[in-house]
């Protein structure tokens, strides 16, 4: 089954960065430029008559910045920043972007960043034909790297403020990602892994032992919150002898 295909907006100052945004968008099966912009105040008229599913948005701009611009549109788009300055990517995600590109970056981690959008946007429905279809890893974005982890190597996912934790099984230290927990979880298959409070998502086939509201995994136990009782609690009860 063919994706559904994303409407999107290009904004940035720079001829060059633009026109390699367009290219990059042009060749993505699942993206359609609607219109170009070289400044964030005609991309913000256009939006208001002419809305899109997602905005690649440089954050440094004359009059109106990229930043000012995803706070005015909030939830009516998805945003993926573009931007030559590493120290915006902290406010980035507190504005729930999808993603925050580093120029100069390549087609890879636009095409990565791209396929976030369109998991946040178009949802996979739990039919047997998406779980036979789901994918089997996932990247993220650690430093500077695109960090390939296989799904069913995760034991849990611990979320930090602006960051995660991901545990990998035989790695003792975490995999460290600048993004929220929530945005992550939206991008696991659901009956794989479970929000169990408010910081954790564990991976359900990885548990080792259940007491009262304490689940363990990898000798590391981790509270079931009252708000995720219920529904753990199902799942244990038709997973049960």
Not at 142 to 171: R, T
Not at 190 to 197: D, P
Not at 224 to 236: G, L, M, R
Request: glycine residues 2%.
């Amino acid at each position: 089954m063919s994706k559904r295909t994303l409407t999107c907006f290009a904004v940035d100052d720079e001829p060059m960065a633009l026109k390699l945004l367009e290219s990059y968008i042009e060749k993505t099966p699942f993206l359609e430029l609607k219109k170009s912009f070289s400044n964030a105040i005609e991309a913000l008229e256009h939006f208001n008559e002419n809305p899109v599913d997602l905005l690649f948005l440089d954050i440094q701009m004359p009059d109106l910045s990229g930043m000012e611009l995803s706070k005015i549109i909030k939830d009516k788009a998805k945003v993926i920043f573009t931007t030559a300055f590493d120290q915006y990517a902290l406010e980035g995600f507190r504005v729930d972007a999808v993603d925050y590109l580093l120029k100069p970056f390549d087609y890879a981690e636009f095409l990565n960043a791209a396929q976030k959008a369109h998991n946040r946007i178009t949802p996979s429905k739990p039919t047997s034909q998406s779980k036979e279809s789901k994918n089997e890893s996932l990247f993220v974005k650690s430093g500077y790297k695109q960090l390939k982890i296989e799904l069913d190597n995760i034991l849990y996912i611990e979320g930090l403020k602006d960051y995660v934790k991901i545990w990998i099984k035989d790695n003792p230290s975490a995999i460290l990602t600048l993004m929220t927990l929530k945005s992550l979880e939206e991008q696991l298959p659901e009956g794989q892994f479970m929000r169990v409070n408010r910081s954790f998502i564990v991976a359900l086939p990885h548990i080792e032992e259940v007491e009262r509201n304490l689940i363990t995994i990898n000798h590391t136990q981790i509270t079931v919150s009252e708000q995720h009782k219920a529904k753990f609690q199902e799942y244990i009860e038709q997973n049960s002898l």
